[in-house]
């Protein structure tokens, strides 16, 4: 294995813009996170049933890629960003701070959802260009799953 290869086989210069993206894409989840559950948590209203489980499903999926990508940074060889004092610092999506409209928290999600997949397209293009089978495969598969979501809370909207 050369010095110039991670444990993986994959060049260590790339790897390491690649693990900052996936860093910037870890802090945008945490706060899409702590914003989806703070909105299942403060939902009121006549749609408050139909929200507070949906907000609850977005928030258990969120935290489960919050892991992946985290193990994926390390696999790659580097370190995640674990303080939210840094995920606040990094992250393109803005913390939401007790919100329980139905409309605005939707379209909050929305946003997140949006800002989430810009960065993952960023990512993917990267691990696509140097040959991560492993974080493209992770990421495109989050990609097409928000896309269905975006469509959805639109159609919601309308």
Partial sequence: MSTATTDIGLEKKTSKELAQKLNALLAAYQLFYMNVRGFHWNIRGDKFFTLHVKFEELYTDALTKI????ERILTLGFTPTHAFSDYIEQSTIEEIKNEGKDIVCVQH???GLQSLIEIEREVAAVSSEVGDDGTNDLITTYIREQEKLVWMYNAYLK
């Fill in 109 to 111: 999600v929305l946003s």
């Fill in 67 to 70: 892991d992946e990508i985290a």
